[in-house]
């Protein structure tokens, strides 16, 4: 399967269109309560995180719950940032988003009103996993992994949760990197790959794949800082006001999505579909961004919350903090308004169950028997 690529004038398109302001989006008519509803729904299958978006896709527990006849529409989104602009220019009425994207999302009511209403996941080496250059030093903990990086050439894609996660321990550390640079994930593959980087910042699946691939080894995550990442579910505001029988549907299928997910019988399953719905990605770097070790078996690797629960909750305080610091949004704290837990913690009532729902350790290496 070759590997899509991406020209520096695409690449720079790209994020011009992601930083673009859309303009104002008229509310949308999605019919009356229990008639039929079209949707799109933008998704991330390159952000182990949101996979449950991917079984989403593939299983479709949606029909189960949606009023009969009703269209579901998935768009792949290549990075948050395009699924909130779609979002804001009413193209889109659902995202699945890492958090840094999905706190932005809800920061233009003036835009469009858009509302964060469960937690997909949340983990410790998702988002925040340092890679070095593999012929790094050996090192004996994930601190002496970052003390290393003092005058070194460190790249992020800026604005993302592996920047938030990079400055927050850079800052609480006193660590100075040569370069702090700005670079998306093919500029850093190539980076890597003509030894160009010292280290960069990632999340899954794209981790797993540089390590995979020999090109970068994995030395350090959020657990050795106790930096929590998280991925989140987020929904314009017409909808839930127009259809909160769509709202409540929709968190039925994503709870079964979770529950799915959560079971570790099913990865073989999962990993198929993943790769199904991308390019670029072996199956074992794909079954290895969510079940893999790393030398680490007691590392937790996905924590299935389905609510916003007060860890939840606390990372898009610290994230909205993160991003008025950089410019990327304009206040300090999210708008309370914009996160509204009651539909999940309705959905959890009525089919008793509590938060979290479960989690995703990892599997032993022998464990895979796909194709490498």
């Known amino acids: 399967m070759k590997r899509r690529q991406f020209t520096a004038m695409a690449v720079a398109a790209l994020f011009g269109a992601c930083m673009a302001a859309p303009a104002f989006a008229a509310d949308i008519d999605y019919g ?47 990075q948050g940032a395009i699924i909130s602009n779609n979002m804001l220019a009413g193209k889109t009425n659902i995202g699945y988003m890492g958090d840094m994207p999905s706190i932005n999302a809800t920061s233009h009511p003036d835009v469009a009103d858009l509302r964060i209403v469960s937690t997909l996941g949340l983990g410790y080496d998702q988002c925040n996993a340092f890679l070095v250059r593999t012929d790094a030093p050996q090192f004996s903990s994930g601190l002496d992994a970052l003390k290393w990086l003092n ?38 593959t190539s980076g890597f790959r003509a030894g160009k980087l010292d280290a960069a ?86 079954w290895y961004s969510l ?49 509204m837990p009651q539909f999940a913690e309705e959905v959890l009532k009525e089919r008793k169950m509590k938060a979290p729902l479960g989690e995703i350790l990892p599997l032993p290496d022998s464990a895979f028997k796909g194709s490498k």
């Open 151 to 188: 005058g070194k050439r460190v790249a992020v894609p800026k604005g993302s949760c592996t920047d938030r996660f990079a400055q927050t321990v850079f800052k609480e550390h006193n660590i100075k990197p040569a370069e702090y640079l700005n670079q998306n994930i093919e500029v850093i």
């Open 201 to 286: 910042v990632m999340w899954e699946p794209t981790t797993a794949r540089l390590q995979l691939e020999g090109l970068a080894r994995r030395v350090s995550t959020g657990f050795d800082f106790n930096q929590i990442d998280g991925g989140f579910l987020v929904m314009r505001l017409d909808l839930i006001n127009g259809r909160p029988d769509v709202v409540k549907a929709w968190l039925n299928a994503e709870l079964d999505a979770q529950l799915y997910l959560a079971d570790t019988k099913n990865a073989a399953e999962i990993t198929k579909m993943a790769q199904e719905q991308t390019t670029g990605f072996s199956e074992k770097s794909l």
């Open 32 to 78: 009356k309560p229990g008639s039929p509803v079209k949707l799109v729904v933008g998704y991330q299958p390159y952000y182990t995180q949101a996979w449950t978006g991917v079984v989403m896709r593939s299983k479709k527990f949606y029909e189960k719950y949606l009023p009969k006849g009703s269209e579901v529409e998935f768009q792949v989104g290549l």
């Open 291 to 339: 079940y893999g070790s790393y030398g680490r078996p007691q590392d937790v690797r996905l924590l299935l919350h389905y609510a916003i629960t007060p860890e939840a909750k606390d990372l898009l305080i610290r994230g909205s903090q993160f991003l008025h610091s950089i410019q990327s949004i304009q206040y300090p704290q999210i708008r309370p308004e914009a996160i």
